[in-house]
């Protein structure tokens, strides 16, 4: 089966540094994937993992351990902007399963 | 950049309707993908298609689903009568790779918004 565990919301204050976790039981392991979802739009990639260790992308970092099976997406220097939906999601197969997403709230 | 582009952006059908969504996925991509939301929850994997078959289906893809690439560049997804609970936010998606071999290409469409009532 699939299990794909991410906290449903978190609050964190304009310039801070936030740390979304994920853990995942699945069958079968292609690579994990964060995406971005504003409401009433399409998920936008923010980063994949395939192997483990850190992957940085400007104000955006994911980290992924398989044996553990956990990753985190890290965001620097929040935005109000960055006020969305984050989904983590593991590729098994050909299909992306996807978690419930976390629902990030930036405070001035 | 390039994009994955569906239409219509919204569709209203009466239940017991066949309604088709079409995408436009990106040129040089190969894997093709229907994905649904419905309202507050979590996005589904619907179905993969490759080589102009279906690659993987989800429990969600029963018999009143269908794809079809019709031609060289649309995907279209039917739905063949529809039952209110069909409603939801349907996304494409199209990757240029599989399994660990993404070039990080796999990106969704801006969605259809499908309600039936």
């Known amino acids: 089966g699939q299990n794909i565990d991410q906290p449903t919301e978190m609050t964190a204050t304009e310039g801070a540094i936030v740390q979304i976790n994920c853990t995942y039981q699945?069958?079968?392991?292609?690579?994990l994937f964060w995406y971005q979802q504003h409401a009433g739009e399409a998920p936008t990639f923010l980063s994949y993992?395939?192997?483990?260790g850190l992957e940085e992308k400007g104000r955006f970092s994911s980290f992924l351990s398989r044996s553990k099976g956990y990753s985190y997406l890290l965001l620097k220097e929040l935005q109000m902007k960055d006020s969305a939906s984050y989904l983590c999601?593991?590729?098994?197969?050909?299909?992306?399963?996807f978690g419930k997403g976390t629902s990030l709230l930036v405070t001035p | 950049e390039p994009e994955v582009t569906q239409t219509p952006s919204h569709q209203v059908t009466q239940m017991g309707q066949e309604v088709i969504l079409r995408c436009v996925p990106i040129?040089?991509?190969?894997?093709f993908y229907w994905y649904r939301q419905i309202l507050g929850q979590k996005v589904e994997f619907l179905v993969s298609?490759?080589?102009?078959?279906?690659?993987?289906k989800s429990e969600i893809f029963d018999d009143q689903f269908s794809v079809e690439r019709p031609d060289g560049s649309n995907f279209t997804l039917k739905i063949r009568s529809t039952k209110l609970e069909d409603s939801a936010m349907y996304f494409c998606?199209?990757?240029?790779?599989?399994?660990?071999?993404?070039?990080?290409?796999?990106?969704f469409g801006s969605g259809t918004r499908l309600t039936v009532v």
């Open positions: 999601a593991v590729n098994s197969g050909y299909a992306l399963n």
């Open positions: 993992n395939v192997l483990d």
């Open positions: 040129s040089n991509h190969l894997y």
């Open positions: 298609f490759y080589n102009n078959e279906i690659s993987e």
């Open positions: 998606a199209s990757s240029d790779g599989q399994g660990q071999h993404f070039n990080y290409g796999y990106t």
């Open positions: 699945t069958s079968g392991f292609n690579g």
